[in-house]
């Protein structure tokens, strides 16, 4: 699934995006378990990132939901099985519409960013908004003009070489190391946390929410059961 950036994106509102997740983020102050919460990092004693992505996306979309309502566990989209990807594009579009975050699920590397270090098995991002966009290259399918961009936050930090580096640059920027971050003082763990969601300037978002491209016209394949998330 094709996945781009978002900066300097005047046609997308991300005000509320940002509002929503530094409501949800509490004090500027936090504990190691907060963080932890929120990122999937390399912050466990041997060195590499959890796979509970599936765990921590139902845990986080009631905190990012803007309805109001408590949080449904039939608004999880699996793409491997159920009803037709056609007919789960059409459930996401609706379920987003009406202000409700969708956590995704699908095979890790169609959902999960490029340089990801999760390549097989599954991996589940939530999405939080869909926007259309002119499609500057073919439809995306027959009779569409213009094709829907999705918003969506995906906890993972080796996604993408720019997320993987702005949390290396940020962890030494702390004088603390992946495997001590546990101890780190609650302030600079804040400064961590608040840089990879909303980047480091005053405005935007960080590399951690991402607009992906769907091709609806096909489905997302097949996930390897063998494999991490």
């Known amino acids: 699934m094709e996945q781009k950036p978002i900066k300097g994106d005047s046609t997308l509102d991300v005000n509320w995006i940002r509002q929503k997740f530094a409501a949800a983020l509490g004090p500027s102050d936090l504990e190691f378990s907060v963080l932890n919460r929120w990122l999937q ?16 996306a139902k845990k986080l ?14 608004l999880a989209v699996d793409m491997a099985y159920g009803t037709s990807f056609q007919q789960k594009w059409a459930h996401v579009d609706k379920t987003l519409a009406a202000g409700t975050v969708v956590i995704l699920k699908g095979p890790a590397g169609a959902v999960g960013g490029q340089k990801s270090v999760f390549q097989d098995g599954f991996h589940v991002v939530l999405l939080l908004d869909v926007r259309l966009e002119a499609n500057k290259s073919k439809p995306t399918y027959v009779g569409e003009k213009r094709r829907p961009c999705y918003v969506g936050f995906d906890p993972d930090i080796s996604a993408t070489e720019e997320s ?54 096909k489905g997302l394949g097949k996930i390897n059961h063998t494999g991490g998330k």
Do not use: H
């Open 61 to 74: 979309a009631p905190l990012l939901n803007r309805t109001g309502n408590p949080y449904e566990a039939s």
């Open 164 to 217: 993987q580096r702005l949390w290396d640059k940020l962890v030494k920027e702390s004088g603390s190391s992946n495997d001590k971050l546990e101890s780190l003082e609650k302030s600079k763990l804040s400064v961590i946390l608040r840089k990879m969601i909303f980047g480091e300037g005053i405005a935007g978002v960080g590399p951690l929410i991402r607009k992906y491209y769907p091709d609806r016209s």
């Open 41 to 56: 990092a390399p912050v466990s004693k041997a060195g590499t990132p959890d796979k509970d992505c599936e765990i921590r």
